[in-house]
T-cell receptor
Framework: TQLLEQSPQFLSIQEGENLTVYCNSS?????LQWYRQEPGEGPVLLVT?????EVKKLKRLTFQFGDARKDSSLHITAAQPGDTGLYLC???????????FGSGTKLNVKP | EAQVTQNPRYLITVTGKKLTVTCSQN?????MSWYRQDPGLGLRQIYY???????DKGDVPEGYKVSRKEKRNFPLILESPSPNQTSLYFC???????????FGPGTRLTVT
């Protein structure tokens, strides 16, 4: 059983559309991170959220940490083909040394 | 620039033949970890290390060993590999209290 449930697993959309990816848990995390992974490469960190209710923006990407620090969302506005990839959420619990990853959302943005 | 290197990138081996995957970092970070990535399961933590000679189990440590004799290196050892250890392996590092993990490029291991 995954500690972090990510949805949807797959998403195929047209360029210009908006989308939201969800990362949910029944556990509380001290921080939550979002990564993007390209085929054949390691995950690359996009953002870290630490405070409940926190919202961070990275160009067209908006990240939100739930008030109770159990869930997070990633919203992409006007998706572009360059956004194609595997998006992973990861939570760190209070001892900071263990990270739990969601199973990932595979995004395909068609031109 | 923070870097993590892994070797080899690809490895095909047979059941029971001991192997080591190396991992090195260039930033003197205390924390390092090994993950395996399998379809539909995301990344699962195998072992992590908080400093030289200090290691602890992650979620899936069975069948693996690690060592941390110096800060920059954190090798993953499979004493007797089995086919269920066929996977994509990543090494990562991060600073204490900074939650940003830097990942290596991955090692694709196939055990026949």
């Amino acid at each position: 059983t995954q500690l972090l449930e990510q949805s949807p697993q797959f998403l195929s959309i047209q360029e210009g559309e908006n989308l939201t990816v969800y990362c949910n848990s029944s556990s509380v995390f001290s921080s939550l991170q979002w990564y993007r992974q390209e085929p054949g490469e390691g995950p690359v960190l996009l953002v870290t959220v630490v405070t409940g209710g926190e919202v961070k923006k990275l160009k067209r990407l908006t990240f939100q940490f739930g008030d109770a620090r159990k869930d997070s969302s990633l919203h992409i506005t006007a998706a572009q083909p360059g956004d194609t990839g595997l998006y992973l959420c990861a939570g760190a619990q209070y001892n900071f040394n263990k990270f739990y990853f969601g199973s990932g959302t595979k995004l395909n943005v068609k031109p | 620039e923070a870097q993590v290197t892994q070797n080899p990138r690809y490895l095909i081996t047979v059941t029971g033949k001991k192997l080591t995957v190396t991992c090195s970092q260039n930033m003197n970070h205390e924390y390092m970890s090994w993950y395996r990535q399998d379809p539909g399961l995301g990344l699962r933590q195998i072992y992590y290390s908080m400093n030289v000679e200090v290691t602890d189990k992650g979620d899936v440590p069975e069948g693996y060993k690690v060592s941390r004799k110096e800060k920059r290196n954190f090798p993953l050892i499979l004493e007797s590999p089995s086919p269920n250890q066929t996977s994509l392996y990543f090494c990562a590092k991060w600073e204490d209290r900074v939650y940003e993990q830097y990942f290596g490029p991955g090692t694709r291991l196939t055990v026949t």
